[in-house]
């Protein structure tokens, strides 16, 4: 695939990169004096010893002097989020979930004010705190659901549906004329689950996390978190996934998709070319896999909440802070790993991704949320930590999927009263 950065990021990039973060060493060499090495975590298992690599080989044309290192950690979120405990977490990471917004001073150096860098990149908003940037995204993903198009065509099924009964109709179908298992929960592996609310604002519009924090009780119906999580309810306890979510495992879900054994996931735009790679070894062709809207319209449109994946950010701890902002700046400017991903540039003006064709096709509109107002910043997960409700975890999704199989005690009213008790006690304390 052909690079599609902005060009005029570079001149930007480039004085960024021979301004900001002069401590460390700087050695004497190389483009601006740089050299010496960093290490760079990734949760890229997959890719380290391959593409990472040859990105480092395209780096070095410009900064011949500074060697990188990666450190490739298969449960990223967990063991970095313990490590953070530490000053030993390398210099350039992908900054965890876990880490809240008004945590990112304690572990990462900022890296310009949000006025500053708004001009050159999407999602700031996304991992700063006053006004101060701490991470920017590796790309833009859109949100939704991956299908396998072939075999919700098999069914019947050939434009996304635009109601939850329908979706949930539109599953069944799949069911009952297909070999395919409607859904798949990825509920082992935990992580994927977390997918479901990365669709917030698909319901809700731009201002969906203020409004969440307003209510009272946002599992109830006609709120978003209700919208959400119903729906995963009903898909599970209408016997639309797989018979034992137990068993689920996320490197073989991909293989199951792309072959036409399993027809739907909630996924970003970024696990559509995983899965279109896994069709060449599994059997399937790329074109049969795509990401479609959730099934839920606002003024006659569907939305898609678009958001920055994973941020780079730069330990507080570097010794090399002015190679690690090189390192970060030349990975999100120049490398080819947006694109190579299919997500959307984190740079302002670049081209719209091939994965999301269907988007334009089915006329979805691309929303960013509303970024909370000045002191509020950390207000949403200050809420959630307090209620013990981890939105963007795995646990009370599990839970709600245990519930919804008949393995857990009570029912969808009762769970979400529980959770809608804690989420209002939690607000209050937090002057919501």
């Given at each position: 695939m052909a690079r599609k950065h902005a060009a005029s990021a570079l001149a930007v990039m480039t004085a960024l990169t021979l301004t900001a973060c002069s401590t460390g060493d700087d050695?004497?060499?190389?483009?601006?004096?740089?050299?010496?090495?960093?290490?760079?975590?990734?949760?890229?298992?997959?890719?380290?010893?391959?593409t990472l690599r040859d990105y480092v080989t395209e780096f070095q044309k410009t900064y011949p002097d500074i060697d990188v290192e990666f450190e490739a950690i298969t449960d990223y979120e967990g063991d970095v989020s313990i490590r953070l405990n530490s000053q030993d977490y390398g210099d350039v990471l992908l900054v965890p979930n876990s880490v809240t917004k008004d945590q990112l001073p304690q572990f990462f150096e900022p890296l310009d004010t949000v006025d500053a860098l708004s001009a050159t990149y999407r999602f700031i908003d996304?991992?700063?705190?006053?006004?101060?940037?701490?991470?920017?995204?590796?790309?833009g993903t859109a949100n939704g659901y991956?299908?396998?198009?072939?075999?919700?065509?098999?069914a019947g099924i050939t434009e996304p549906p635009t109601t939850?009964?329908?979706?949930?109709?539109?599953?069944?179908?799949?069911?009952?004329k297909t070999d395919a298992t409607p859904y798949y929960t990825n509920y082992a592996d935990g992580w994927p689950l977390s997918q479901w609310q990365n669709n917030q604002g698909s319901f809700a519009g731009a201002e969906a996390v203020q409004i969440r924090d307003a209510q009272e009780a946002p599992w109830s119906d006609g709120n978003e978190q209700y919208a959400l999580d119903s729906l995963l309810f009903d898909v599970v306890a209408g016997g639309l996934s797989e018979a034992d979510p137990t068993t689920t495992n996320w490197e073989e879900s991909k293989n199951l998709l792309a072959s036409g054994d399993v027809a739907t996931m909630v996924l970003g735009s970024w696990a559509v070319p995983q899965i279109q790679a896994a069709t060449e070894t599994v059997g399937g062709a790329p074109e049969d896999i795509s990401i479609w809207p959730m099934p839920w319209k606002t003024d006659d449109a569907f939305q898609s909440r678009v958001g920055g994946d994973y941020k780079l950010g730069i330990s507080k701890h570097s010794d090399n802070k002015a190679a690690a902002r090189a390192w970060l700046d030349w990975f999100v400017t120049e490398s080819t790993f947006a694109v190579d991903e299919g997500g959307i540039s984190p740079v302002v003006g670049a081209e719209s991704p091939d994965t999301l064709k269907d988007f334009d096709t089915f006329g979805v509109q691309q929303i960013e949320l509303t970024p909370s107002p000045a002191g509020q910043e950390s207000l949403d997960s200050d809420i959630y930590n307090e209620a013990e409700i981890d939105l963007f975890g795995d646990q009370y999704r599990r839970a709600l999927i245990d519930v919804a199989r008949g393995a857990g005690s009570g029912d969808r009213l009762s769970f979400f009263e529980d959770l809608n008790s804690r989420?209002?006690?939690?607000?209050?304390?937090?002057?919501?």
């Open positions: 050695g004497g060499s190389g483009e601006g004096g740089l050299s010496g090495t960093i290490t760079v975590l990734t949760n890229r298992t997959d890719i380290v010893e391959t996304e991992q700063a705190y006053e006004g101060q940037v701490y991470g920017i995204a590796t790309f991956v299908l396998n198009k072939k075999v919700w065509a098999e939850p009964q329908a979706f949930l109709d539109a599953l069944e179908a799949v069911g009952e989420w209002d006690s939690a607000r209050i304390a937090n002057d919501g």
